[in-house]
């Protein structure tokens, strides 16, 4: 069974930095992609950042400067370093994985950046 654990959300002052990490246990091989989404309240879910095998890295242009996607490969870790962080990136940030025709979601880590 597949799972992914996300850690270190939190809440930041606007300017702060913080690193969200993402480990996938269980079977994992054959990856299309691994990254990050995120969800703001009364929105809809969006691509932050992810590795994807056909196109290379992608980033949101929104976050575009400011973070940084990362991996492990020997972990089965995805990192997400977000710098010089806005009010509008506070949301529920989701780490993803494409894998062998499976999508996988995280249980989502909250994100709040105060003015």
């Known amino acids: 069974q597949v799972q992914l654990v996300e850690s270190g959300g939190g809440l930041v002052q606007a300017g702060g930095s913080l690193r969200l990490s993402c480990a996938a246990s269980?079977?994992?091989?054959?990856?299309?992609?691994m990254g990050w989404y995120r969800q703001a309240p009364g929105k809809q879910r969006e691509l932050v950042a992810v590795?994807?095998?056909?196109?290379?890295?992608v980033y949101a242009d929104s976050v575009k400067g400011r973070f940084t996607i990362s991996r492990d490969n020997a972990k089965n870790t995805v990192y997400l370093q977000m710098n010089s962080l806005k009010p509008e990136d506070t949301a529920v940030y989701y780490c993803?994985?494409?894998?062998?025709?499976?999508?996988?979601w995280g249980q989502g880590t909250q994100v709040t950046v105060s003015p």
């Open positions: 590795f994807s095998r056909r196109v290379g890295t």
């Open positions: 269980g079977s994992i091989f054959g990856i299309n992609a």
């Open positions: 993803n994985l494409d894998m062998r025709g499976s999508v996988y």
